[in-house]
């Protein structure tokens, strides 16, 4: 009871912001931050992409936003154009026990083991159309290698009459980029005890791009059991 | 000679245990009136989504040996289709969460027929 007192007399100067703001907005947005949070969900998550900025100006949404209160960027939301937000999902992914600088250094050591594994074979090309062809960008080779390895269905587990089927379907966007990942980290993690994370990252990057190795063998496997249990798809919807 | 109470306790017309004589007595235990809500319950949609575009994506990856690169036409529609399905699902789920009723919709959410239910309460029936 006298919490509620307390609340009411806190709400009766109309000018404060806590008050007013939540009755003008009931704005249910995707939360970035964990539950536990010192800014209430009336606070917006902060824009720290140019792009995205560029398209709220586009839109004109900028002005409706731009005098509600937004929480204060984490550290890894920068506007840097180093800054790519696949690569910083492979680094959290990379990750053990939140060491993130020591996650941080090995993608990028293994991106350096890409670089120059690349560069020694552009140069050992010998034709200008065979060097066109290489692609020196780790980051690309990242995006490429995680676009091959990306699965299109998904076997679910369904029970129907006492036997569980593995049903085939479409798989979210989401989902089907954590798979790629989980995927490529297992099998880099699967090596020998000598050769270090780096190296074998980058060849399974590397392999991956080229539509080859054990990521891509592993989606066109699921791939083909889902084919072979395609008569059971049906049941996803029953 | 003693008589033991079990001979006595046979299913008797007192008992619950006896067979019920017809016609059986009707006891009203709730009132005869319908609810003054539907439930959600048959709002499921039992829609089979994008069944088609992956019979056709199955059918190209037996012939290319599951070589993804030969099927992209076949990839990207069912990839469209499931994200076309995915957006339709998500947008009808926030309007009838929303319960907001469109004018001259045919078929109702559980939630819209509630609302039009508490906006004109059934009459209640005269004893």
């Not at chain 1, 703001?21 to 800014?39: C, D, G, H, I, K």
């Not at chain 2, 000679?1 to 019920?20: D, V």
Request: aromatic share 8%; net charge positive; with cysteine.
């Amino acid at each position: 009871m006298a919490n509620n007192i307390r609340n009411i007399n806190k709400c009766i100067p109309r000018n404060s912001l806590s008050c007013i703001v939540p009755r003008l907005l009931t704005v249910q947005q995707y939360r970035e931050y964990a539950r536990p949070t010192s800014f209430p969900d009336f606070f917006q998550n902060p824009i720290f992409r140019k792009e995205d900025q560029a398209k709220l100006i586009e839109s004109a949404e900028l002005p409706k936003i731009a005098a509600l209160p937004v929480r204060p960027p984490a550290v890894y939301q920068t506007s840097s154009a180093y800054h790519d937000p696949l690569v910083n999902k492979v680094i959290n992914h990379v990750m053990e026990m939140g060491k993130k600088q020591m996650a941080r250094n090995l993608v990028e050591k293994a991106f350096e083991n890409i670089k120059r594994s690349q560069i020694e074979r552009y140069h050992l090309a010998s034709t200008p159309e065979a060097k066109a062809k290489i692609e020196l960008d780790p980051k690309k080779i990242l995006h490429k290698a995680i676009e091959n390895a990306k699965p299109l269905l998904i076997l679910q587990p369904i029970k129907r009459g006492g036997i569980t089927y593995q049903v085939p379907g479409p798989i979210t966007e989401k989902r089907s980029l954590f798979l790629a990942i989980k995927w490529l980290l297992e099998a880099t993690n699967e090596k020998e005890r000598t050769v270090h994370f780096p190296e074998q990252f980058a060849w399974e990057l590397l392999d991956a791009a080229n539509n080859t190795g054990k990521v891509v063998k592993r989606k066109q496997d699921l791939h083909r059991q889902c084919e072979a249990n395609r008569a059971y798809a049906h049941y996803r919807w029953q | 000679m003693r008589l033991h109470p079990i001979l006595f306790a046979g299913p008797s017309q007192k008992s619950a245990r006896a067979p019920q004589r017809e016609p059986v007595p009707f006891k009203m235990l709730l009132p005869l009136e319908l609810k003054k809500t539907v439930s959600g319950k048959g709002d499921k949609l039992k829609e089979a989504a994008c069944m088609q575009e992956m019979a056709v994506m199955f059918a190209c990856f037996k012939k290319s040996e599951f070589d993804q690169q030969q099927c992209l036409k076949e990839v990207a529609a069912f990839k469209g289709c499931y994200k076309e399905y995915s957006e339709r699902m998500s947008s009808q789920r926030e309007l009838g969460k929303k319960g907001i009723l469109v004018p001259g919709e045919k078929k109702l959410t559980h939630r819209q027929l509630n609302q039009l239910l508490k906006s004109f309460p059934p009459k209640k029936s005269v004893k």
